[in-house]
C-alpha cells in the first residue's frame, strides 16, 4: 500500500464549478499536509497547507483535514482553465521529509 | 524576492558520465531538500540538509549519488557514472525553518541520460 495515495484521474469539471480533489495517507503519526499544483513541464507550487482538523481557506482554495479517517482533500471552488494542472498531495510524518501521491490531473473545460 | 534556481535546467549525459547538479535556496532558508520525479509519478525525497549538515540520505538510490552543502547554502547533487534509469527530473526545495515543513520548490533539472 502506497503510503499516499490520490487517484490519477483525469478529473473534468466546467468552468465555474468546484473541483474537489481527495487524497488518503497511511501513517497515523502525520502530522503536516500540503497540496501542490503542477502545470505541466514545470516544478510543483505550494497552493495550501493544513496542520490541524477542518477546514482551511484561502480564496477560491479550502483544505479539508480529517485526521481519524486519514483523509485530506481539496476544494476549488469557481473553477478555471487555468486551474488545469495535476495536483499532488504531500504528507509530512514528522520526520523531515515529505511524501508525494502520485497527483490527480484536473481539467477544466469551458 | 527570489525564489529557489537550480542549474543546469536541462543536462544531457552518456551512460557513464559524471553529472553535477547545483541549486541555490532562497536566502535565509536553513533546510535544503533534493527530490526525484520520473514522469507521471510524485517527487521522491532524496536526501536533506539543514545547514550544512546532511542530517538525511536515506532516499539516494545508490551509492553513484552524493550531495553536499559545504557553507549551508548552495547545494550540489553528484550523480557519477550515470545510467539510464538515473533520467528524471531533479527537484531542489528549502525550507525556512525545519518545523512547518513548507517546502518552495526551484524549477528543477531534467537529466537524460543516453
Known amino acids: 500500500q502506497k503510503e499516499v495515495e490520490q487517484n490519477s484521474g483525469p478529473l473534468s469539471v466546467p468552468e465555474g464549478a468546484i473541483a474537489s480533489l481527495n487524497c488518503t495517507y497511511s501513517d497515523r503519526v502525520s502530522q503536516s499536509f500540503f497540496w501542490y499544483r503542477q502545470y505541466s513541464g514545470k516544478s510543483p507550487e505550494l497552493i495550501m497547507s493544513?496542520?490541524?482538523?477542518g477546514d482551511k481557506e484561502d480564496g477560491r482554495f479550502t483544505a479539508q483535514l480529517n485526521k481519524a479517517s486519514q483523509y485530506v482533500s481539496l476544494l476549488i471552488r469557481d473553477s478555471q482553465p487555468s486551474d488545469s494542472a495535476t495536483y499532488l498531495c504531500?504528507?509530512?510524518?514528522?520526520?523531515?521529509?515529505?511524501?508525494f501521491g502520485t497527483g490527480t490531473r484536473l481539467q477544466v473545460f469551458p | 524576492g527570489a525564489g529557489v534556481s537550480q542549474s543546469p535546467r536541462y543536462k544531457v549525459a552518456k551512460r557513464g558520465q559524471d553529472v553535477a547538479l547545483r541549486c541555490d535556496p532562497i536566502?535565509?532558508?536553513?533546510?535544503l531538500f533534493w527530490y526525484q520525479q520520473a514522469l507521471g509519478q510524485g517527487p521522491e525525497f532524496l536526501t536533506y540538509?539543514?545547514?550544512?549538515?546532511?542530517?538525511?540520505k536515506s532516499g539516494l538510490p545508490s551509492d553513484r549519488f552524493f550531495a553536499e552543502r559545504p557553507e549551508g547554502s548552495v547545494s550540489t547533487l553528484k550523480i557519477q557514472r550515470t545510467q539510464q534509469e538515473d533520467s528524471a527530473v531533479y527537484l531542489c526545495?528549502?525550507?525556512?525553518?525545519?518545523?512547518?515543513?513548507?517546502?518552495?520548490f526551484g524549477p528543477g533539472t531534467r537529466l537524460t541520460v543516453l
Open positions: 536566502s535565509g532558508h536553513v533546510s
Open positions: 540538509f539543514q545547514n550544512e549538515a546532511q542530517l538525511d
Open positions: 526545495a528549502s525550507s525556512l525553518v525545519v518545523a512547518r515543513y513548507e517546502q518552495f
Open positions: 504531500a504528507v509530512n510524518a514528522g520526520t523531515d521529509k515529505l511524501i
Open positions: 493544513i496542520y490541524s482538523n
